[in-house]
């Protein structure tokens, strides 16, 4: 049996909502790789500039079908002020195209359930986004758009859309 890969890597991940809202999380992810699956953990700082920081913890996990297409599952713990919560989100298929040596496509539809422990509330979502990533030595930059909430189609206002760019460093 092949010994697993260990990866670390460091990222910047900025989210700007269409209606002036942002989230801006950055962290350090550990992520382990076997076979046709990888589990990783991820700890970071998140916040929207009005308000404290909050403490990020994922754990990640993905499975390859084959070199393009993999489904994968992300359990998001945010703590801090009213954004204590977890968050549950499942990609029942994921796409990753190779558009040259160091660029690829990826689009990622998926259903996300949280729970905020504040509140005592449970909320569900449907999403997706798609983007494209550069590779530049160990460093990668992605550009993507995303749409929440795809369980209320009609509604196209500007909280339910988002720019993100994402920069990660692989040491």
Do not use: C
């Amino acid at each position: 049996m092949p010994e697993p890969s260990i990866k670390y890597n460091a990222s910047l991940n900025s989210f700007q909502s269409m209606d002036g809202s942002n989230l801006t999380i950055g962290g350090i992810e550990q992520k382990f790789g076997l076979n046709k699956g990888s589990v990783s953990t991820f700890l970071g700082v998140g916040t929207d500039f009005n308000s404290d920081a909050d403490l990020i913890f994922d754990l990640k996990g993905s499975m390859n079908y084959n070199e393009i297409l993999n489904q994968n599952l992300r359990i998001r713990n945010t703590i801090g002020g009213d954004n204590t919560a977890t968050q549950i989100r499942y990609s029942p298929v994921s796409v990753n195209v190779p558009l040259g040596k160091n660029t690829s496509f990826y689009a990622n539809p998926h259903y996300s359930g949280k729970y905020n422990y504040k509140n005592n509330e449970w909320t569900h979502s449907a999403g997706f986004f798609a983007g494209v990533t550069q590779k530049i030595g160990n460093a990668s930059i992605s550009l993507e758009g995303q749409r929440y909430n795809l369980q209320d189609i009609k509604d196209n206002s500007g909280k339910n859309w988002s720019i993100n760019a994402i920069v990660n460093w692989q040491f």
